[in-house]
């Protein structure tokens, strides 16, 4: 339905505004919502709308809380080299486990770190193993809130990754502000393979031959 009269219980919490606005009626189906609280602490808010047609006054409760932990969420630890970029989700949680809805706008900073065969570490060569490419430069779409950050030169919640060599690398991930120092970073380590056939595939021969095999990467 369209809705108006959208308004806030904690002004001085979250700010409500009305997107594609109709003229006529002077309602919207939809809102942006933003934390504009400073306090690190948790709130709740209660925001109301009245839908024009009925009449029927709409509520949402919306709790602005600090973040306590982070996750990373994947399809795979696992990328082929030269290979299309995977994406990698950061997610973040209360100290109740609650995971929040949105991490639009929250600026995180991620780094790779490369592992040897001895298990050592070194953020030298990371980019050897691993890279970054933004999403300008890949067959995705850009999220509207990735976008912003890539303007800057930034990262949020989204990032992509590229195999660029065999090997094992860490990516790492860490909110930057100071607020948030007490947060621990998360790594997760991957694997960079190469996308190997065996040619040819399929072979039926006698007892007593022999097969040369190929080994070709895609």
Request: hydrophobic share 40%; aromatic share 6%.
């Given at each position: 339905g369209c809705t108006t009269s959208?308004?806030?219980?904690?002004?001085?919490?979250?700010?409500?505004?009305?997107?594609?606005v109709d003229e006529?009626?002077?309602?919207?189906?939809?809102?942006?919502?933003?934390?504009?609280?400073?306090?690190?602490?948790?709130?709740?808010?209660?925001?109301?709308?009245?839908?024009?047609?009925?009449?029927?006054?709409l509520r949402c409760d919306v709790i602005v809380d600090e973040i306590a932990s982070l996750d990373i969420v994947t399809t795979t630890r696992e990328l082929y080299m030269e290979e299309a970029p995977e994406i990698f989700e950061v997610r973040a949680y209360d100290d109740q486990g609650n995971e929040f809805t949105t991490l639009d706008g929250v600026e995180f900073q991620w780094s790779l770190i490369n592992i040897n065969s001895h298990q050592a570490e070194s953020k030298l060569p990371s980019v050897s193993v691993l890279r970054f490419i933004s999403f300008r430069d890949s067959p995705y779409e850009t999220p509207a809130s990735v976008d912003e950050f890539e303007r800057i030169g930034k990262r949020g919640n989204l990032v992509l990754l590229e195999g660029l060599k065999t090997g094992s690398a860490k990516v790492s991930v860490r909110l930057p502000q100071q607020e948030y120092r007490h947060v621990p970073p998360l790594e997760v380590q991957l694997m960079v393979v190469a996308n190997l056939i065996i040619d040819p595939p399929d072979v039926h021969i006698m007892p007593g031959d022999?097969?040369?095999?190929?080994?070709?990467?895609v």
């Amino acid at each position: 339905g369209c809705t108006t009269s959208r308004t806030s219980s904690r002004i001085d919490i979250v700010q409500v505004n009305p997107t594609n606005v109709d003229e006529t009626l002077g309602c919207s189906a939809q809102a942006i919502v933003s934390a504009i609280s400073k306090e690190i602490a948790r709130n709740t808010a209660i925001i109301f709308a009245e839908e024009v047609h009925s009449g029927q006054m709409l509520r949402c409760d919306v709790i602005v809380d600090e973040i306590a932990s982070l996750d990373i969420v994947t399809t795979t630890r696992e990328l082929y080299m030269e290979e299309a970029p995977e994406i990698f989700e950061v997610r973040a949680y209360d100290d109740q486990g609650n995971e929040f809805t949105t991490l639009d706008g929250v600026e995180f900073q991620w780094s790779l770190i490369n592992i040897n065969s001895h298990q050592a570490e070194s953020k030298l060569p990371s980019v050897s193993v691993l890279r970054f490419i933004s999403f300008r430069d890949s067959p995705y779409e850009t999220p509207a809130s990735v976008d912003e950050f890539e303007r800057i030169g930034k990262r949020g919640n989204l990032v992509l990754l590229e195999g660029l060599k065999t090997g094992s690398a860490k990516v790492s991930v860490r909110l930057p502000q100071q607020e948030y120092r007490h947060v621990p970073p998360l790594e997760v380590q991957l694997m960079v393979v190469a996308n190997l056939i065996i040619d040819p595939p399929d072979v039926h021969i006698m007892p007593g031959d022999t097969v040369k095999y190929k080994i070709l990467q895609v």
